[in-house]
């Protein structure tokens, strides 16, 4: 059973930054891409950003590019966002997920394992 906790969501000014984390069990983190989504209160979850197995491909989402980054630390079955430049409309929940194969994904069928989400709020 893999689990995932994510951590360092907050409330933080427009233009501001945060650091979310995604930290993982298991000794299978490597060999699984990553991603993130978000859920904003009364919309559907959507896809953020995704990370392949050993980092070397990324993928985003139009509204984030240039100001997110997605990283990854397998010494530390780690998943990282950085978010810059925030906006109001980035508040949600945001979600880690473990994908079932190795290559950076947008869909979220293709993830099997969650996490429990930490929220992020961006005041204007």
């Known amino acids: 059973q893999v689990q995932l906790v994510e951590s360092g969501g907050g409330l933080v000014q427009a233009g501001g930054s945060l650091r979310l984390s995604c930290a993982a069990s298991?000794?299978?983190?490597?060999?699984?891409?990553m991603g993130w989504f978000r859920q904003a209160p009364g919309k559907e979850r959507e896809f953020v950003a995704a990370i392949s197995r050993s980092g070397g491909a990324t993928s985003y989402t139009d509204s984030v590019k240039g100001r997110f980054t997605v990283s990854r630390n397998n010494a530390k079955n780690t998943v990282y966002l950085e978010m810059n430049s925030l906006k109001p409309e980035d508040t949600a929940v945001y979600y880690c997920?473990?994908?079932?194969?190795?290559?950076?994904?947008?869909?979220?069928?293709?993830?099997?394992?969650w996490g429990q989400g930490t929220q992020v709020t961006v005041s204007s």
């Open positions: 997920a473990r994908a079932r194969g190795t290559w950076p994904t947008s869909r979220s069928y293709d993830y099997d394992y």
């Open positions: 298991g000794d299978t983190f490597s060999s699984y891409s």
